[in-house]
């Protein structure tokens, strides 16, 4: 964990203030929150069902991330008071309004990557 008084903490925290698309990167960002949000906007899943579904995904962090997308208000979680416990997660009216930025990512991503892949093209650079 970084300190929140870091150069690096304090531009990253500039640039979200000022740029919504840095904001919203910042919310959606991350290895695993949009393999999250992808199965999330097909509708309610309980937990054993999002963690068999994401290949990879330890359970520490799942819950991080489910937890971070829970504080900023894009899924709900809700728990059943049952023995065992049953908890379900799905998207907020808020988490819903996102699902045409995702899709254009995703369909952009997946542009990208198959124009990247074609062997005429130059490879791109990632600085």
Request: charged share 25%; aromatic share 4%.
């Amino acid at each position: 964990m970084r300190k929140e008084t870091s150069t690096n903490a304090l531009n990253e925290k500039m640039i979200s203030d000022s740029c919504g698309m840095a904001y919203t990167l910042g919310v959606l960002g991350g290895r695993w929150k949009p393999a999250i949000l992808c199965r999330l906007m097909h509708g309610t899943l309980r937990y054993g069902e999002l963690k068999k579904s994401i290949e990879g995904i330890s359970e520490r962090m799942l819950v991080a991330q489910l937890r971070e997308l829970e504080s900023d208000g894009i899924v709900r979680r809700q728990v059943f008071p049952e023995v065992p416990p049953r908890v379900e997660y799905e998207m907020t009216e808020l988490g819903l309004s996102m699902q045409s930025v995702i899709a254009a990512m995703s369909d952009w991503g997946n542009m990208h990557r198959s124009l990247s892949q074609e062997p005429h093209l130059p490879a791109i650079s990632r600085h």
